[in-house]
């Protein structure tokens, strides 16, 4: 296992868990010794910042036209879902060779080769992950792109409930009461989305199912990191891999190969070429959320999504014309505000923890023990 591998899996470990990793802590104070200058830095964190929106809020738009644009009229979930895993499969694998063939340091990734071995151990991961995937598209498909951070908001409250369940973690007051307002914005949301004719039920069970496969998916990669020797590459060819093989009978059991069939933009070049960009974002997205953690950190990652989500709502509306009234911005703002203050909350627990800790250590090291 190298230098890198063990870096690309304590910045998944700081995202999934929300506490520091020493091996991280130990390569931030190396690079500290070497001071960027602050206005490089910060350029480079809002380039790194702005790359994340721009491809998660295009994804997001993406998704929503080929799942269900009126022009389009293509209706097979499963199938986009399968094809943007294939994507991610076909680049993970590419760079692996391209890797191999650059002089060594030039292209940092992992060597990746296919292992039944290692793809059976992740098969548990890999069905909760299609799950998540499906899910998060279905969502999408029957809900407004304006309404999908409401619909998919439930995240937070099934981590916190889940990490009591299976791991015995306890979670504040406080942290308790911001989950409180993004449960009420949730119910605030479906309300308006009722009474303005627009909600869908299907919709709303698929986001709560994503919300809660997201939480599974966070608990079953910390599980199975080992598998691939902590790299998060590794992880996401053998997850991809394994889906592409799942969805397959479930495409067929769908009727969705005979849908295709009649698909009257089935030789289209532009209909793939959409494909193959969503699949691109796909892949692309896992890689600038991993480089948004590295140069900022699990925390801000963290407001950044949430303010992610509060723009494109806003574009959504503007985009697709739509009127929402007061209430309905009103769950929105809850069900952000919630996840921005239960971000802050566990940010100030952390930190706490951090400096309890210190005086422990420095005492251990006077008397020598």
């Not at 009591?164 to 007051?173: A, D, I, N, P, R």
């Not at 801000?300 to 503007?318: E, F, I, M, R």
Request: charged fraction near 15%; charge should be positive.
């Amino acid at each position: 296992m190298n230098r890198t591998q063990l870096k690309r899996s304590g910045i998944l470990r700081m995202a999934l868990s929300g506490s520091s990793d020493p091996l991280l802590q130990q390569e931030e104070g190396d690079s500290g010794n070497r001071e960027t200058p602050f206005l490089l830095k910060a350029i480079q964190i809002a380039l790194v910042v702005s790359l994340y929106w721009f491809i998660s809020i295009t994804m997001v738009f993406l998704n929503k036209y080929l799942l269900d644009s009126p022009s389009l009229r293509l209706d097979t979930p499963l199938f986009v879902t399968f094809y943007q895993c294939a994507v991610t499969v076909f680049f993970c694998k590419a760079l692996s060779l391209l890797a191999s063939c650059c002089p060594l340091g030039y292209l940092d990734f992992p060597s990746i080769r296919m292992d039944l071995k290692v793809s059976r151990s992740i098969l548990p991961l890999s069905v909760v992950f299609i799950s998540m995937i499906t899910f998060n598209n279905l969502c999408l498909k029957y809900v407004g792109v304006a309404f999908y951070n409401v619909g998919r908001s439930l995240t937070t409250v099934f981590n916190v409930l889940l990490s009591y369940l299976l791991l015995k973690q306890t979670t504040s007051l406080y942290a308790l009461i911001a989950c409180g307002a993004i449960i009420g914005g949730f119910w605030l949301g479906i309300d308006q989305e009722g009474a303005e004719g627009t909600l869908s039920w299907a919709g709303i069970i698929f986001g709560i199912l994503a919300s809660l496969c997201v939480s599974l998916n966070a608990i079953y990669t910390k599980k199975v990191l080992p598998a691939v020797d902590g790299s998060i590459w590794r992880l996401t060819f053998y997850n991809n891999m394994n889906a592409c093989v799942l969805f397959l009978p479930l495409m067929l059991l769908l009727g969705e190969f005979h849908t295709l069939y009649q698909f009257d933009k089935l030789g289209n070049p532009g209909f793939w070429g959409m494909m193959t960009l969503g699949g691109v974002l796909g892949f692309a997205i896992g890689y600038v959320t991993g480089l948004q953690i590295k140069f900022t950190s699990p925390l801000t990652h963290n407001v950044s999504g949430t303010a992610k989500a509060c723009a494109q709502t806003v574009l959504a509306v503007c985009y697709y014309e739509e009127t929402k009234s007061f209430l309905w911005w009103t769950s929105n703002m809850m069900v952000l505000g919630g996840s921005f203050a239960y971000t802050w909350v566990k940010g100030l627990e952390m930190k706490k923890a951090q400096e309890e800790s210190t005086p422990k250590t420095g005492e251990k090291n006077e008397t020598g023990i």
